[in-house]
T-cell receptor, first 115, second 114 residues
Framework: DSGVTQTPKHLITATGQRVTLRCSPRSGDLSVYWYQQSLDQGLQFLIHYYNGEERAKGNILERFSAQQFPDLHSELNLSSLELGDSALYFC??????????????FGEGSRLTVL | GQNIDQPTEMTATEGAIVQINCTYQTSGFNGLFWYQQHAGEAPTFLSYNVLDGLEEKGRFSSFLSRSKGYSYLLLKELQMKDSASYLCAVRASILTGGGNKLTFGTGTQLKVEL
């Protein structure tokens, strides 16, 4: 158990819909990251938040948005869903030392299936 | 941007040693990382190298040559539980404002056989 909690674990929805994925980081970690993992693309960086502020952005689609709240939990919002958005979405957190060492603690992921 | 290459699959025998290679091209460099991911599970951190040389941690070692854009992960005394995907990741730099972006390769699926 990494200490990072993600909900829901599984989600099935239809094209055009909107979903929200939630992440609670490890106690004390201020950094939260979102990654998308699909079979053909591997693990793709989406976004990094630190203490409520966006710090780095990857190739995140405009249909996707994220935020980190004052209690440090984070949400990833995916809208106008397409079939190609079906993937495993991981949240990870790190301590300040972890930012240097690259040690990220990943949650178990939210598997999104778009039909 | 970054480009990371690693073999797609490897097979090795229990008790043996296996070396998983990773080559990368990046503008700027601030660390190379190895993660292990069992099927259906989250990636877990194994090691990081920021300077050239070998870092040893138990049965696992990781090597980096920055001039060659090359790293390898060495697994000794292989066990069946080592069957997993091994992900090489690179960080181009600590981004302005403290952004921390790891770019992952597609992973090497290691199968350990009896």
């Amino acid at each position: 158990d990494s200490g990072v909690t993600q909900t829901p674990k599984h989600l099935i929805t239809a094209t055009g819909q909107r979903v929200t994925l939630r992440c609670s980081p490890r106690s004390g970690d201020l950094s939260v990251y979102w990654y998308q993992q699909s079979l053909d693309q591997g693990l793709q960086f989406l976004i990094h938040y630190y203490n409520g502020e966006e710090r780095a952005k990857g190739n995140i689609l405009e249909r996707f948005s994220a935020q980190q709240f004052p209690d440090l939990h984070s949400e990833l919002n995916l809208s106008s869903l397409e079939l190609g958005d079906s993937a495993l979405y991981f949240c990870a957190s790190s301590s300040l030392a972890g930012v240097r060492t690259g040690e990220l603690f990943f949650g178990e992921g939210s598997r999104l299936t778009v039909l | 941007g970054q480009n990371i290459d690693q073999p797609t699959e490897m097979t090795a025998t229990e008790g043996a040693i296996v070396q998983i290679n990773c080559t990368y091209q990046t503008s700027g460099f601030n660390g190379l990382f190895w993660y292990q991911q069992h099927a259906g599970e989250a990636p877990t951190f194994l090691s990081y190298n920021v300077l050239d040389g070998l870092e040893e941690k138990g049965r696992f070692s990781s090597f980096l040559s920055r001039s060659k854009g090359y790293s390898y992960l060495l697994l000794k005394e292989l066990q069946m539980k080592d069957s997993a995907s091994y992900l090489c990741a690179v960080r181009a730099s600590i981004l302005t404002g403290g952004g921390n972006k790891l770019t992952f390769g597609t992973g090497t699926q290691l199968k350990v056989e009896l």
